[in-house]
């Protein structure tokens, strides 16, 4: 079979159900083959190679499974790289294929021509240009395996237009299946890093647990729960993180960090005594810069798959290589071998909601009737109307501090997707179409996002209407990059270049045939998101909200 259809066949076999991509010249082999093979793969035409690579790095992130993304030479190659270098910084199993020129025309001056190896290079795990098609079923096999063993993350595989074409025999054309769902191995904790990790905790007065994304892509939820019972103390997450653990449940502290994170959150991580941290990076939203808490300030316990994030930005007291939920799962047996099976409340079991409580009660904005719609409001009465169950794609800009800070997930899991690498702009609104993919039993698929992001990625609103999904788009409309402007604030107090024209987006969304609503009084919002979220079909609502720069957003420089 043709090199094309050898790509199709594996694809098939590793069991990949949806591609997300977009057609060029030099993928015309590999388009015949996957309308001309019988493989049971969707694949989604996309607007543009960038929401192609989001839309993969979203379905990988609450799948568990690869995300794949295609697209073609020259722009397309360098349009895709976004959400690849996003799935990769995060550690998110995704493979993308880019087609390439005839190797026989390279160094002739051919269009689209570029050595996509060495663009790819500082992004993925691994980048491979095969040959021929032999080399190339070789290729398809070990970018899956890389996405998926490791510290997982991005593997690129390039597709010469020649190499599509040319021939290798049908029995060499096999894939290992395993290596579609991640991780596809599970490195199991060494006995003696995990007794002596329980010997700190068990012997500490106030134990606390942040959990960053490598506990939902271990699917750890439940060992974290189970932790945080036996011994009674506060789990706080990281924002990728979000989802440890059911965020109603007593001992969820929610997001810390210096974005989303709140003061009663961070009082208690530096009243605790001993800190495990697990599948995190410990990075400089985290830890704000690694002021929380500062280097030597506490005894740390650090868990990760990766031998080499082990000590690498904090002295640590004890490190378990293994992955999350095999890590968790022996350190749960051997704290409860000690305590005999009997729970040690290391703190009482509603101090955490009495400061949240205490805490929330201080901000008004929640009820506010003022307008523009404070922030505040919008996240108060969206959370009263979300059913379970609902997953949330939220843009970096304005929607993450606030849904990270205020949003409590009722049930633990992957729910809540948010970019957090590089905080490119523009992801939430094709995210919601892999993460549609991705999550067939979700009540409602939801993307919030600024309006500066929404003008980034807007033509995948006809990719939505084409598809007519059941989803859910918010735009929080200050006419403004917010982020940038708040920042500018902060640093001079003058603004410059931030500001743009304010766009009637439900005007745009109905040009596309999205039902489009539009809100400006809060005391509208609540029956307006109602609507939005009980309709079939696409619905997207433009909320006018506050300029973030006159918010008090949930940002730790900016309080500061």
Not at 252 to 271: A, K, Q, W, Y
Not at 339 to 364: C, N, Q
Not at 383 to 398: E, F, K, N, Q, W
Not at 433 to 449: E, F, L, S
Request: with cysteine.
């Amino acid at each position: 079979m043709r090199g094309g259809e050898a790509v199709v066949k594996l694809l098939r076999d590793v069991g990949v159900e949806v591609i997300f991509g977009l057609c060029g010249d030099t993928s015309l082999p590999f388009y015949d083959a996957l309308a001309s093979s019988d493989h049971g793969i969707r694949h989604v035409l996309t607007r543009d190679e960038r929401s192609a690579s989001f839309m993969a790095d979203a379905y990988a992130r609450l799948s568990g499974k690869v995300g794949v993304c295609e697209g073609p030479s020259g722009g397309g190659a360098t349009y895709i790289l976004p959400g690849v270098a996003e799935a990769d910084a995060s550690s998110v199993p995704l493979v993308c294929l880019t087609s390439d020129i005839d190797q026989h025309d390279a160094g002739r001056g051919t269009l689209t021509e570029l050595d996509q190896t060495a663009l790819f290079a500082p992004i993925t795990r691994s980048t491979i240009r095969p040959r021929s098609a032999r080399e190339l079923v070789t290729a398809i096999g070990a970018a899956f395996r890389d996405a998926t063993t490791g510290p997982l993350g991005a593997a690129h595989v390039v597709l010469p237009y020649d190499v599509q074409l040319d021939e290798v025999a049908a029995a060499e054309v096999t894939i290992d299946a395993r290596f579609n769902t991640a991780p596809a191995d599970r490195p199991a904790p060494s006995p003696d890093a995990v007794r002596a990790a329980a010997t700190r905790l068990v012997d500490a007065h106030r134990p606390l647990i942040v959990a960053g994304a490598g506990v939902l892509r271990s699917g750890a939820w439940e060992e974290v729960t189970a932790l945080a019972e036996l011994l009674g103390m506060p789990v706080a997450t990281s924002i990728g993180g979000k989802g440890s653990i059911a965020e109603t449940h007593p001992y969820s502290l929610g997001v810390v960090g210096s974005n989303g994170g709140l003061g009663f959150r961070h009082d208690m991580l530096r009243e605790s005594d001993v800190i495990l941290y697990v599948g995190s990076r410990q990075g400089s939203v985290t830890t704000e810069k690694w002021t929380l808490p500062a280097d030597g300030e506490k005894t740390l316990i650090q868990m990760d798959v990766d031998p080499a994030r082990i000590g690498h930005n904090y002295q640590t007291a004890a490190g378990i290589v293994a992955d999350a939920k095999m890590g968790l799962a022996a350190l749960v047996e051997e704290v409860s071998d000690r305590l005999g099976g009997r729970p040690a409340e290391k703190i009482e079991a509603h101090e955490i909601e009495r400061r949240r409580d205490a805490y929330l009660a201080s901000i008004e904005e929640f009820g506010s009737d003022r307008t523009p719609i404070r922030p505040e409001r919008f996240v108060a009465e969206l959370s009263a109307l979300l059913p379970p169950r609902a997953v949330i794609c939220a843009d970096p800009g304005t929607p993450c501090p606030y849904l990270s800070a205020y949003y409590r997930l009722p049930q633990a899991g992957r729910w809540f997707v948010s970019p957090r690498a590089h905080g490119a702009l523009g992801y939430a609104l094709p995210a919601v179409c892999g993460a549609y993919h991705a999550r067939p039993d979700a009540a409602r698929v939801v993307g919030v996002m600024g309006d500066g992001s929404f003008g980034i990625s807007a033509g995948e609103l006809e990719t939505i209407a084409r598809l007519n999904l059941t989803v859910t788009l918010i735009v929080l409309n200050n006419a403004s990059y917010g982020w940038i402007k708040a920042g500018q604030k902060q640093l001079s107090g003058g603004y410059f270049s931030v500001d743009f024209s304010r766009s009637d987006h439900a005007a745009i969304a109905e040009a596309y045939g999205i039902r489009g609503l539009r809100v400006e009084n809060p005391g509208d919002l609540r029956a307006t998101l109602d609507q939005a979220l009980s309709s079939d079909g696409p619905v997207l609502v433009d909320v006018i909200i506050q300029p973030l720069e006159e918010a008090r957003a949930p940002v730790s420089k900016w309080v500061a």
